[in-house]
T-cell receptor, first 116, second 111 residues
C-alpha cells in the first residue's frame, strides 16, 4: 500500500514569504506527526495530531508556525514570514493507532525547504 | 533539544565486520526505537524495544536496552555496503507519541 507522502519534495522561497507543506498519511492512520531536521542533526518534534486535534504543539518554534488537519487525514504545515533559519527538511510521520501505544512511526520522504 | 546522544558520531568499517552504535538518553522512557536514514531524507524504522525489555533481535540487528544506565546499543552483524546510512535512536517518554531523536551515527561500510 501507499506510504506517507509529502508535497512538494523541494520548496525554495524568499525570506518573508508564506509557505505551505502538505502531508498525506497512510490511509486510516489516526496519529500524525511533524518533525524538522536541520543539516547534520536528528529530527526535532514540532507537533502531533490525534485525529483532527493538535494533541501536542509544544515543538512549534514560534507563532509563525501553524499546522492543521481539518478532516483527520491530510495535514498542512504553514509557515508565515519565512526566515533563513527555517531552512530544513520537514518530515511527516503517521501511526495506525493512538499515539502512545508504542506504534512504529512511518515517515514520509520529507520536504526540503530552502529560504533564500 | 536532543535527548538522545549517539556514539560514535561517525563509524567506518569494512564489509563483513560488525558495527556497534550506542545511544544515551536522559529521562524515563516508554520505549526506544532505532531508525535509519539515507541521504538526509525519509527515516525507515528498524526496531522498537520497550522499557521492560533488555534485548531484541531482528535479522542482522540486535538491540539492547539498559534503563538503569539510560543507554541502548544497536549492533549490525556482517555489515554490507548497503548498510551505509545514518542511524538514529529515538525515545518516547516525555509525551506519548512525541519522539526525541539523537544526533545520529553516520555509518560507512566499505566494499
Amino acid at each position: 500500500g501507499a506510504g506517507v507522502s509529502q508535497t512538494p519534495s523541494n520548496k525554495v522561497t524568499e525570506k518573508g514569504k508564506y509557505v505551505e507543506l502538505r502531508c498525506d498519511p497512510i490511509s486510516g492512520h489516526t496519529a500524525l506527526y511533524w518533525y524538522r531536521q536541520s543539516l547534520g542533526q536528528g529530527p526535532e518534534f514540532l507537533i502531533y495530531f490525534q485525529g483532527t486535534g493538535a494533541a501536542d504543539d509544544s515543538g512549534l518554534p514560534n507563532d509563525r508556525f501553524f499546522a492543521v488537519r481539518p478532516e483527520g487525514s491530510v495535514s498542512t504545515l504553514k509557515i508565515q514570514r519565512t526566515e533563513r533559519g527555517d531552512s530544513a527538511v520537514y518530515l511527516c510521520a503517521s501511526t495506525p493507532g493512538l499515539a502512545g501505544d508504542g506504534d512504529t512511526q512511518y515517515f514520509g520522504p520529507g520536504t526540503r525547504l530552502t529560504v533564500l | 533539544s536532543q535527548q538522545g546522544e549517539e556514539d560514535p558520531q561517525a563509524l567506518s568499517i569494512q564489509e563483513g565486520e560488525n558495527a556497534t552504535m550506542n545511544c544515551s538518553y536522559k529521562t524515563s522512557i516508554n520505549n526506544l526505537q532505532w531508525y535509519r536514514q539515507n541521504s538526509g531524507r525519509g527515516l525507515v524504522h528498524l526496531i522498537l524495544i520497550r522499557s521492560n525489555e533488555r534485548e531484541k533481535h531482528s535479522g542482522r540487528l540486535r538491540v539492547t536496552l539498559d534503563t538503569s544506565k539510560k543507554s541502548s546499543s544497536l549492533l549490525i552483524t556482517a555489515s554490507r555496503a548497503a548498510d551505509t546510512a545514518s542511524y538514529f535512536c529515538a525515545t518516547d517518554g516525555t509525551s506519548y507519541g512525541k519522539l526525541t531523536f539523537g544526533q545520529g551515527t553516520i555509518l560507512t561500510v566499505h566494499p
